[in-house]
């Protein structure tokens, strides 16, 4: 007879997210030309945030109408990001039950066998995917702000791939990739970033991983403090109605609670819900009424789902945007969003709070973003004002496990 005295201990070490990307359904400007997919190759760069001795690729369908077949399958670290060519000592083939083509039920994600390297957080990690034929539907991430390299052939083994001339192609987005987990003690744990473009990283240069997760991240490791770091934002993305992505509402028990070793969440939502309303009308006192009661029920629901598993979860108070051009909101829609701060730094519901909006408001002018920190269009903000953001994200509450007073 087992008892609980003679029960096995609890593995030393578990699979922990290192990186992670917020799945969507591309529109027709993001979604891969079928050609692209047809006896073509994909050469993805993703940069990791945690290390370890082994690592494992998720690969999604999570969109798809119909099974996808991969047909084959590398990793490498990348020589540099922006670059397609990888360090030919680090590649190794990706496989599935040991073989090199797996085939994907529709709405389904699945692990690649573990692949012992040595992997160092900051690295990047190249994953080179072979397809025979296109998806029934694509499943990708639009605003990877990395580039993507596109090459005919089964290319997945191949270091270099400049020799390929005008066969290889260029784009900005990840298609069918979801996670990369390492092998890390059970200490260790991640952080998801979860929001709209601002957490996206809407403005910075292609491939050089300047969005506030990547700097907090990179704050993180300074200080001496071991967490992975991943980004589910996703751009135009709202708290309650589906945009270029699905609701934040919806998506997140994919987007942070599946995702391996979770430990925090930190949530940055609404500008879009407040603005998107304004913008698309109707706008009367009754519908702004509703949709902040709506949003607070939402951001209740998350916490309850995020604490049911153990997840502590931070709030962000929503940033200005009364300097924005495409919501040009009134002074009831700033009300709105002063209330709804107020209730997210004092409500409870959260385990701490990161008050984003104290971080890049004008003091003179409270409901714009200060001019540093604003990258121009007065809703998003400046390079330096995604260093602010990252810099004002309270360490000490990740250093907290959920509950832990």
């Known amino acids: 007879?087992?008892?609980?005295?003679?029960?096995?201990?609890?593995?030393?070490?578990?699979?922990?997210?290192?990186?992670?990307?917020?799945?969507?359904?591309?529109?027709?400007?993001?979604a891969l030309a079928a050609e692209n997919w047809r006896d073509a190759s994909l050469r993805q760069t993703v940069h990791l945030t945690l290390g370890g001795p082994q690592f494992r690729v998720r690969v999604s369908n999570l969109y798809g109408t119909a099974p996808l077949t991969l047909d084959g399958a590398s990793v490498a670290l990348a020589k540099a990001p922006g670059q397609a060519d990888i360090l030919p000592a680090t590649l190794r083939p990706l496989t599935f039950g040991g073989r090199a083509s797996v085939t994907i039920p529709s709405g389904a994600e699945y692990y690649s066998d573990a692949v012992a390297m040595e992997v160092k957080p900051a690295d990047n990690l190249a994953i080179s995917l072979y397809f025979?034929?296109?998806?029934?539907?694509?499943?990708?991430?639009?605003?990877?702000r990395a580039t993507t390299f596109l090459a005919k052939g089964n290319r997945v083994m191949d270091p270099a791939w400049a020799d390929a001339g005008k066969d290889v192609g260029k784009i900005?987005?990840?298609?069918?990739?979801?996670?990369?987990?390492v092998l890390a003690p059970r200490s260790i744990g991640a952080l998801v970033t979860i929001g709209d473009s601002i957490t996206d990283g809407y403005?910075?240069?292609?491939?050089?991983?300047?969005?506030?997760?990547?700097?907090?991240?990179?704050?993180?490791?300074?200080?001496?403090q071991t967490l992975g770091v991943l980004?589910?934002?996703?751009?135009?993305?709202?708290?309650?109605?589906?945009?270029?992505g699905p609701n934040l509402a919806s998506r997140f028990d994919n987007d942070v609670i599946s995702r391996a070793g979770v430990t925090h969440a930190l949530v940055l939502v609404g500008v879009n819900d407040l603005?998107?309303?304004?913008?698309?009308?109707?706008?009367?006192?009754?519908d702004r009424e509703q949709l902040v009661a709506d949003l607070k029920m939402a951001y209740r629901q998350i916490a309850e789902r995020a604490h049911a598993h153990g997840i502590c979860i931070i709030g962000a108070t929503i940033t200005p945007y009364s300097g924005s051009t495409y919501y040009h909101p009134e002074a009831e829609n700033e009300a709105d969003r002063q209330e709804l701060n107020k209730w997210l730094r004092t409500s409870g519901v959260f385990d701490a709070v990161a008050d984003?909006?104290?971080t890049l408001r004008d003091p003179e002018q409270?409901?714009?973003?200060k001019k540093v920190y604003d990258s121009g269009d007065g809703l998003h903000p400046s390079l330096a004002g995604y260093r602010a953001l990252a810099e004002t994200v309270p360490l000490a509450a990740l250093q907290k496990k959920c509950g832990d007073k």
């Open 275 to 286: 603005g998107g309303q304004h913008r698309n009308g109707p706008d009367t006192p009754a």
């Open 231 to 244: 980004n589910a934002g996703i751009g135009g993305g709202r708290m309650l109605r589906d945009g270029l």
């Open 356 to 358: 984003f909006d104290a």
């Open 132 to 144: 025979k034929s296109e998806p029934a539907r694509q499943t990708s991430h639009n605003g990877a």
């Open 1 to 30: 007879m087992h008892t609980a005295a003679s029960a096995a201990p609890a593995p030393a070490r578990h699979w922990v997210a290192s990186w992670g990307a917020a799945q969507q359904i591309p529109d027709e400007a993001n």
């Open 172 to 181: 900005t987005r990840w298609y069918a990739i979801s996670d990369v987990e």
């Open 203 to 224: 403005g910075i240069p292609n491939d050089t991983n300047t969005r506030w997760p990547d700097v907090l991240a990179a704050r993180l490791r300074n200080s001496g």
């Open 366 to 369: 409270p409901s714009r973003i």
